[in-house]
């Protein structure tokens, strides 16, 4: 992949004064690396793969493509086939959104969502802020009342930027999520995924990292076919076999017709107590930061 410049690119690469008061403020911390990662490839015309990029920029290839992605909407790369380029900041593909390119409708919803945000953060937004607004709800083309919930949920998160936001909104649009009724069945739905994630966790003694989107993925298939009992034998079984926790193999175990679920006596399906379950569960382990994020949400909701 090459690295380059557009023609018509003017000035030096990154650090110009718009770049800093306002670019700057919509870039997270793996955006901003991926970004002056890119601005000193291209300096140098240099030819390089994208793990090779992933890797100065100390990011997960995966997570490379989505933040390429965001740098691209946000207009500042430009991605073909053939490499990426930075764009000018004074090219008109960068130009700032404003009120005129707004119908009077969509500009009373961005009022709207600007007045729910300063009322969340409990400030007046920049200049910087409005524009993210705007390209945002341009953008992703979810209503008012889906932006102001995402802004209280992420509020509730301790997410203030908008660029969370703008990923809450994206993540929650590619889930199916068109309105404020599917929107609020999408968060309860989550939430319940979040305490099977951390029973399923307690119980195999997993502590002080979360599940992988794989190991999720195996935890969600799991979820429709067996209890948590039942995937806990499982796990030890892998476990006896491995000497490892092994999600993969313990799918192999569950779905395996010669393994059955061993019940112990006089106490119908009651997995024995293993050195994974061998303590209660108590209500405050299901305190996760997605449940407490609801809660305050509520809270909020009640008290207008």
């Known amino acids: 992949m090459k690295f380059g410049l557009e023609k018509d690119y003017i000035g030096e690469i990154a650090l110009k004064e718009e770049f800093l008061s306002q670019i700057m403020d919509t870039l997270d911390y793996s955006e901003l690396k991926v970004y002056l990662k890119i601005c000193l490839f291209c300096r140098y015309s240099k030819d390089a793969e994208l ?3 992933a890797t100065c920029a100390d990011v997960n290839p995966e997570e490379m493509l989505y933040i390429m992605s ?3 909407k946000k207009g500042l790369i430009k991605v073909s086939k053939n490499g990426i ?3 000018g900041s004074n090219n008109e593909s960068k130009r700032s959104l404003a009120p005129e390119d707004f119908s009077q409708d ?7 969502i600007a007045s729910a945000a300063e009322r969340a953060f409990g400030k007046l937004l920049s200049h910087a802020d409005l524009n993210a607004i705007m390209g945002i709800y341009k953008f992703i083309g979810l209503p008012k009342e889906v932006f102001v919930l995402a802004i209280d949920y992420c509020y509730a998160l301790g997410k203030k ?9 994206i ?3 590619e889930a199916g999520v068109l309105d404020a009724v599917t929107a609020h069945e999408y968060l309860r739905i989550s939430e319940e995924n979040e305490q099977y994630y951390q029973h399923l966790k307690q119980k195999l ?4 990292f979360n599940l992988t989107k794989k190991q999720r993925e195996f935890a969600d298939k799991w979820k429709k076919d067996f209890t948590v009992e039942q995937i806990v034998e499982a796990c030890e079984k892998t476990i006896d076999g491995t000497g490892k926790i092994s999600f993969a193999h313990t799918d192999t175990v569950l779905y395996n017709t010669d393994y059955t679920y061993q019940a112990s006596s006089g106490a119908g399906k009651v997995i024995k107590a293993t050195r994974f379950s061998n303590f209660e569960q108590s209500k405050s382990d299901y305190k996760n930061l997605e449940k407490k994020a609801l809660e305050k949400l509520l809270k909020r909701k009640k008290g207008d």
């Open 205 to 208: 003694g997993i502590y002080g």
């Open 161 to 169: 930027n908008f660029n969370y936001i703008e990923k809450t909104l």
């Open 70 to 72: 965001s740098l691209e």
């Open 171 to 173: 993540t929650w649009k």
């Open 106 to 112: 969509e500009a009373e919803d961005v009022k709207i």
């Open 85 to 87: 380029k930075l764009i």
């Open 51 to 53: 793990s090779e990029l």
